[in-house]
């Protein structure tokens, strides 16, 4: 049994987590701005402040949290908001430890496949491919820099990559199950997903199972905009529309965002696999199908 203090603990993820590692026997404490749970413990990122006591016997820290990268429009301040959020909670995380001396067996953080950049191309990228050029990928390699730190203080670490989160509660999938599906843009751009049991399976293989380093958390199935609408409109049993809902029409709505609606590459999921992680939804079909009865018509 390990002892993990998880940030981002009460969000989409976070929350799918910390059931899945107590049903594993291990214990959770979770940093929260507004605690109200007896695992729960306050941290502040502005006041550069956690209340040491959620480090008491801690083995792994798991780093989720982050302001939501398409929740809003990316204006000056958003943007300044989505590294603050990533960067600076891992820098306080990291002068904490130091402070405590605590003695990690492991730091664990989140990122994004974005860190390769929102474009369509051919390649099918794998872990040591290069930095993209664009905002994206700025945020994931600030995001990463702070979670690598850790290896200076001799404490593993590990990095997943995470693509598109499909959960039965909120998030992407929510928004998609609309009462016509459509694909967007040229609807040729590639989704990289990912079952959210999956991704936290994944997590506790780095608990349990050793697993250092840089992954990609994505499932190994690859659909563009048009193949995965169709896969959902049949699993809703909505009507798909194959006419794409206009670049130009989502760029006026969400402004700079829209290109990681509109852009997307095949991301190689290989290197986890070979980890000896074994995926339970291969297949877009059967992660859509898991969801089924929670699906309202």
């Not at 929260?32 to 956690?50: A, G, L």
Request: aromatic share 8%.
């Amino acid at each position: 049994m390990a002892k993990i203090l998880i940030t981002g603990g009460t969000g989409l993820i976070g929350t799918q987590l910390t059931k899945l590692l107590i049903e594993k026997n291990h214990e959770v404490v979770i940093l929260s701005r507004n605690p109200t749970e007896k695992n729960e413990f306050e941290w502040n990122i502005s006041k550069k402040m956690i209340d040491e006591k959620a480090f008491d016997s801690v083995d792994f820290i798991i780093h989720l949290a982050g302001a939501g990268i398409a929740d809003e429009r990316w204006t000056s301040k958003r943007k300044k908001i989505l590294i603050d959020s990533r960067v600076k909670s891992a820098n306080l995380l990291f002068q904490k430890v130091k402070e405590l001396n605590i003695s990690l067996k492991g730091f664990i953080s989140a990122s994004g496949i974005g860190f390769y950049g929102a474009i369509t191309s051919d390649k099918i990228f794998e872990e040591s491919d290069d930095l993209g050029s664009d905002f994206i990928a700025s945020i994931c390699e600030k995001w990463e820099t702070a979670a690598l730190q850790f290896e200076k203080e001799k404490i593993p670490v590990t990095i997943l990559r995470t693509g598109i989160v499909l959960s039965e509660n909120g998030g992407a999938l929510e928004k998609m199950r609309t009462p016509i599906v459509t694909p967007l843009g040229s609807g040729k751009q590639y989704l990289a997903w990912i079952h959210i049991k999956d991704l936290c399976e994944m997590y506790l293989k780095a608990i349990e199972g050793n697993l250092i380093g840089i992954y990609n958390a994505v499932a190994p199935e690859h659909h563009t905009s048009i193949s995965f609408s169709k896969a959902l409109a049949k699993s809703i049993k909505k009507p798909f529309i194959g006419i794409a809902v206009p670049s130009f029409l989502l760029q006026l709505t969400f402004g700079e965002m829209a290109i990681i609606l509109l852009e997307g590459s095949r991301i190689s999921s290989k290197k986890i696999e070979k980890s000896g992680f074994s995926f339970r939804f291969k297949t877009l079909e059967k992660a859509l199908d898991s969801f089924k009865f929670l699906v309202k018509s």
